[in-house]
C-alpha cells in the first residue's frame, strides 16, 4: 500500500487544527452533507435511481451536496439530482483525478487537492454530516475512516447509511460480529444511523445525539 502523506496522529491532528472536536447540538437541519459513494454505475437501478433521487431531496431542502466531484458513476447522479433541481454542489478533486474525463464542470465550487488524505479532511470541513450509499472500496475507506474519527473523539457530526435496496445488509451484518467478538462497542455501532429511505435518514441524522468524549482523550490532554 502506498500513501501519499503520512497519517496525521491524534496529537497532530489536534494542533494543526484540521479536525477539530466541537461541541455540537442540532437546533435546524443540516446545512451541508458529504455523500460518499461509487465512481461506477454498477448494475442495479434501483441503486441509481435513488442516488438522484437523493440529489433532488438535498437540493429541494437547501442542502449543499459535499462530494469527489466526479460526474461519472453514482457520484455523477447524485450530484445530477442536486444541479438539476437548482441545489448547490462542492466538489472535491485530487489533481490526479482531475481530468475532462472525470470531474463535473457544472458544479457550484470545485476544490482540488494535491492528494486523497486532504481531500477527505476537507470534504469532512465542509460537512455537517455524512451519508454513506453504494460504492465500492473506495466508499469504504471514506465510510471507515470518518466513522473511526467519531469514535476517537474527534467529531460529533451525524454518519447515516442510505441501504438501498439491502446493498449493506452484508457490512451491517458483520459489524454487528465485531460488537458480538468484543472488538466494536454497541455504542459506537449504534452511533451510525441507518434506514432505507432518504426521508427516514435525514430524519435521523437531523435528531442525532452525539456520544460523549472518550475519558482517555480528555485525560491525555488531546
Request: with cysteine; proline share 4%.
Amino acid at each position: 500500500m502506498i500513501f501519499l502523506r503520512p497519517v496525521l496522529s491524534l496529537v497532530e491532528v489536534r494542533q494543526e487544527s484540521k479536525l477539530k472536536r466541537f461541541p455540537f447540538s442540532w437546533e435546524i437541519n443540516m446545512k451541508s452533507i458529504s455523500v460518499f459513494c461509487g465512481s461506477s454505475d454498477g448494475n442495479d437501478n434501483e441503486i441509481i435511481t435513488t442516488a438522484y433521487a437523493l440529489g433532488k431531496e438535498f437540493a429541494q431542502k437547501n442542502i449543499t451536496l459535499v462530494y469527489g466531484a466526479a460526474k461519472i458513476g453514482i457520484m455523477g447522479k447524485v450530484a445530477e439530482g442536486v444541479i438539476e433541481n437548482g441545489g448547490k454542489t462542492i466538489g472535491v478533486i485530487p489533481t490526479f483525478l482531475k481530468t475532462k474525463e472525470i470531474v463535473h464542470t457544472e458544479l457550484t465550487e470545485l476544490i482540488t487537492t494535491d492528494n486523497m488524505h486532504d481531500r477527505k479532511i476537507i470534504m469532512y470541513e465542509k460537512s455537517e454530516g455524512f451519508i454513506i450509499i453504494p460504492g465500492g472500496f473506495g466508499t469504504m475507506d471514506e465510510f471507515f475512516e470518518i466513522t473511526t474519527w467519531g469514535q476517537l473523539g474527534l467529531h460529533t457530526k451525524p454518519i447515516g447509511i442510505l441501504n438501498i435496496n439491502g446493498y449493506y445488509d452484508a457490512l451491517i451484518k458483520q459489524c454487528k460480529v465485531m460488537v458480538e467478538r468484543g472488538f466494536l462497542k454497541q455504542e459506537n455501532l449504534d452511533a451510525v444511523v441507518i434506514d432505507t429511505t432518504i426521508e427516514g435518514l435525514l430524519d435521523k441524522m437531523n435528531n442525532y445525539k452525539p456520544l460523549p468524549a472518550p475519558k482517555w482523550l480528555n485525560k491525555e490532554g488531546l
